[in-house]
């Protein structure tokens, strides 16, 4: 079974920074591309950064205007674990972000390229 953990959510302010982390057990992880999602309450899942199956040495990444150059997807395919780095962050960033795992190994911007969800883990920027 096929299970996806985040952690590193918490409670900062305008302009700080923080790590996201969600650990991958039950697939190969290195064959399938990850993503993040946010929700906020009241609104629609939204995508915030893919990151592709490890091939060789190079992982392709993607991300909406929303966060680019802000947020940063890695994968570390040794420890099973894929890191969403949020730099500069904003009160808008606020929401419960999800770890997930796509069917596919390019790519996967939409919900419905993801077979598999974590928990969420919150994350709350003050202003």
């Known amino acids: 079974q096929v299970q996806l953990v985040e952690s590193g959510g918490g409670v900062v302010q305008a302009g700080d920074s923080l790590r996201l982390s969600c650990a991958v057990s039950?697939?190969?992880?290195?064959?399938?591309?990850m993503g993040w999602f946010r929700q906020d309450p009241g609104k629609e899942r939204e995508f915030v950064a893919s990151?592709?199956?490890?091939?060789?040495?190079?992982?392709?990444?993607d991300y909406p205007p929303a966060v680019r150059g802000r947020f940063t997807i890695s994968r570390d395919n040794a420890k099973n674990t894929v890191y969403l780095q949020m730099n500069s962050l904003k009160p808008e960033d606020t929401a419960l972000y999800y770890c997930?795992?796509?069917?596919?190994?390019?790519?996967?911007?939409?919900?419905?390229?993801?077979?598999?969800w974590g928990q969420g883990t919150q994350v709350t920027v003050s202003s």
């Open positions: 990151i592709s199956a490890a091939g060789g040495s190079t992982s392709y990444t």
């Open positions: 997930a795992a796509a069917n596919r190994r390019t790519i996967a911007t939409r919900q419905n390229e993801y077979n598999t």
């Open positions: 039950g697939r190969t992880f290195s064959l399938y591309a």
